[in-house]
């Protein structure tokens, strides 16, 4: 398997624009989870789905945070408008769950100017 | 809600040194996670452990539930050990694995 997917590896955008990031877990597994890593905050946990359905998004920053999962093999964090505060970098993570190990995706590094 | 408090934040040692790296947290856990993030920014999830020890080559991760306290060490380091090593914790206890609480990190240096 190729692992956890993310897309786009890095994104430079301005003020004001909108942001999609894309994440593609590894075939069968059941959860996923949206992380953001910041030199302030390390990291944390935005959302997360089970089965495509979102159980916990207590950690969207924001409304201007949006998260989807339409199907098993993709999801999506969208901001709306972005900041400059929202530079950092975003990890999925996808999991089998029941005591198995988190495989994170390569990351995307996002610069708001 | 948890807390996870890491120590130390930076390590440097030599080649060939015995690494140990601790992780305190606050509410009882179901399991802990160490990961390890490259210089590159990659991440990997090194154990995952609800009690006693696991050993992964020159890795060793033991827990103490009762103290609420787990180590990892590195035994025989070498400049390939060099990364930042993160200790994480259910947010909650019974908490899904992945609804994690992240220590600040460990930067470990290791010189030839």
């Known amino acids: 398997d190729a692992g956890v997917i993310q897309s786009p590896r890095h994104e430079v955008t301005e003020m004001g624009q909108e942001v999609t990031l894309r994440c593609k877990p590894i075939?069968?597994?059941?959860?996923l989870f949206w992380y953001r890593q910041t030199m302030m905050r390390g990291l944390e946990l935005l959302i997360y789905?089970?089965?495509?359905?979102?159980?916990?998004d207590s950690g969207m920053p924001e409304d201007r945070f949006s998260a989807k999962m339409p199907n098993a093999s993709f999801s999506t964090l969208k901001i709306q408008p972005s900041e400059p505060r929202d530079s950092a970098v975003y990890f999925c993570?996808?999991?089998?769950?029941?005591?198995?190990?988190?495989?994170f995706g390569n990351g995307t590094r996002l610069t708001v100017t | 809600k948890n807390e996870v408090e890491q120590s130390p934040q930076n390590l440097t040692a030599q080649e060939g040194e015995f690494i140990t790296i601790n992780c305190s947290y606050s509410?009882?856990?179901?399991?802990l996670h160490w990961l390890q993030q490259h210089p590159g920014g990659g991440i990997v999830s090194l154990f995952m452990?609800?009690?006693g020890k696991k050993k992964h080559g020159r890795l060793i991760a033991t827990i103490n539930i009762q103290e609420k306290h787990s180590s990892l060490h590195i035994t025989a380091s070498h400049p390939r050990d060099s990364a930042v090593y993160i200790c994480?914790?259910?947010?909650?206890?019974?908490?899904?694995?992945?609804?994690?609480?992240f220590g600040k990190g460990t930067k470990l240096s290791v010189k030839p």
């Open positions: 789905f089970n089965n495509n359905v979102p159980i916990d």
């Open positions: 509410v009882g856990i179901s399991a």
């Open positions: 994480a914790v259910p947010m909650n206890y019974g908490g899904s694995q992945g609804n994690l609480i």
């Open positions: 075939s069968g597994h059941d959860y």
């Open positions: 993570a996808s999991s089998l769950g029941g005591g198995s190990p988190l495989h």
């Open positions: 452990l609800s009690s």
